[in-house]
């Protein structure tokens, strides 16, 4: 499986800056969790593939260009964009973001091929497929409904923890997958802002490292993300200091591979 965390921002060469603004993970370039930067960074392959995109919640860094990519691509769309979340999630999104004020309803929109856009309430708890992959979504520990997942493509797989803090049901399916490849896992604040952190449901460092303690196997790569870019340095200092093997932070950008 490939996984590209899409870059937010790129310096005036184009390269791509390491600092995270925006959520939008892309899968074998064609599925995507979140859409933060989808309508930013996607290459043109991608962009012509990527018909699937699972919302883990409405927070503008996961959807803030999602209205913009359907709208770029709404004359040439030959099937519609299939976005996957909890009906709660769907809910919030046609209220506050399709909602014709803050951009249109894509959802009652048709262009000359058909419908744009579709929703898909996604069940929780039980597996469901999105392109080529199966996908188990479960409640974390966040300020508005959210769901991480477990992704597989029968062969690898991969969790997003999504945006949380402490959390246990997410644990425990984590650790009913003992061959699970990677866990990319959010560090959003560096720890002398734990307040705002436990405020906000993230993580920082200190309680990140305590969350792992949770995980009762391990061997698979465990990527940081979703460090707050003003405190990257130090986020990535801290997290350095946690010692815990195999743990690193995902840079924007590059290709991983599991
Ligand atoms: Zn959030
Ligand atoms: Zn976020």
């Known amino acids: 499986m490939r996984i590209q965390l899409l870059p937010s921002t790129f310096d005036a060469q184009g390269v791509a800056t390491l600092e995270q603004r925006l959520t939008c993970f892309v899968i074998d370039d064609c599925v995507a969790v979140d ?8 290459n043109n392959e991608q962009r012509s593939k990527v018909r699937d995109i699972i919302v883990t919640h409405p927070h503008m860094d996961h959807v803030a260009s999602l209205p913009i990519f359907i709208d770029d691509l709404y004359p040439t769309l030959k099937e519609p964009m299939r976005i996957y979340a909890t009906e709660e999630v769907i809910g919030l999104l046609e209220r506050d973001v399709f909602n014709w004020n803050l951009y249109p309803r894509f959802s009652d929109l048709k262009n000359d091929y058909g419908p744009v856009m579709e929703y898909i309430p996604i069940p929780i708890g039980e597996s469901f497929r999105v392109a080529h992959l199966n996908v188990v979504a ?8 959210t769901i991480g997942l477990i992704v597989s493509d029968g062969q690898k797989s991969v969790a997003f ?9 997410f644990w ?7 061959g699970l490849d990677a866990l990319l896992i959010e560090a959003s604040f560096p720890d002398h802002m734990a307040k705002l952190a436990h405020v906000s449901r ?6 990140l490292g305590q969350e792992l303690k949770k995980l009762t196997h391990n061997g698979m ?5 979703h460090l707050k870019p003003t405190y990257r340095d130090q986020i990535v200092e801290q997290l350095d200091a946690l010692n815990i093997p195999k743990l690193k932070v995902m840079e924007p950008g590059r290709v991983y591979e599991w």
């Open 221 to 225: 790569d465990i990527m940081a993300v």
């Open 161 to 169: 923890s999504s945006d949380t803090a402490e959390t246990e049901e």
């Open 202 to 207: 993230h993580f920082t460092p200190a309680s």
């Open 172 to 178: 425990k399916i984590v650790n009913e997958m003992k």
């Open 138 to 145: 479960v409640p974390v520990n966040h300020i508005v409904p």
């Open 35 to 42: 859409a933060g930067s989808i309508a930013i960074a996607l």
